[in-house]
């Protein structure tokens, strides 16, 4: 993808960082005029991947949790989220609903939800070294007029 406009933002992955992760993505989305509805869906998806960075990938510990989005002249907006956590070792299996590694507490519907409110999603991970999560909403019926 070739970037019209780009951003990066990285922070401790301490809770109360999810609504800054989330409402960073949101102001930067919003160049794109997406509606009400496909605003909310981006805000959601990128909750969920920051809150399974503070869960899962870090546990009992903070680390950074990276964030990189872009867009092209397209509308195609990309939202890449990454930690350097402990990793998963089956994404296969990580991706399937109601699948947790953190008890009962979880109700395991993480990556159910971002793939349900993105046009693509995308899992890679390597344990010991940290997980990236990239999604993908496409806005293309949006005119790029500024830029």
Not at 58 to 87: E, F, H, S, V
């Amino acid at each position: 993808m070739k970037a019209k406009n780009e951003m990066r933002i990285s922070f401790p992955s301490s809770s109360n960082n999810e609504a800054f992760g989330r409402a960073v993505v949101a102001a930067f989305a919003a160049q794109l005029d997406p509606t009400i509805d496909e605003l909310s869906d981006i805000k959601t998806a990128v909750s969920e991947a920051v809150t399974n960075c503070i869960v899962h990938a870090y546990r009992d510990t903070i680390g950074m949790i990276y964030i990189n989005a872009k867009y092209d002249d397209r509308g195609t907006l990309q939202i890449k989220i990454r930690d350097k956590g402990c990793g998963i070792e089956d994404v296969e299996q990580a991706m399937q609903p109601l699948f947790t590694t953190a008890g009962e507490e979880r109700a395991g519907l993480g990556f159910a939800v971002m793939e349900s409110f993105m046009d693509k999603l995308r899992v890679t991970s390597k344990p010991g070294h940290g997980t990236t999560v990239t999604m993908q909403k496409n806005l293309a019926r949006r005119v790029m007029k500024n830029g």
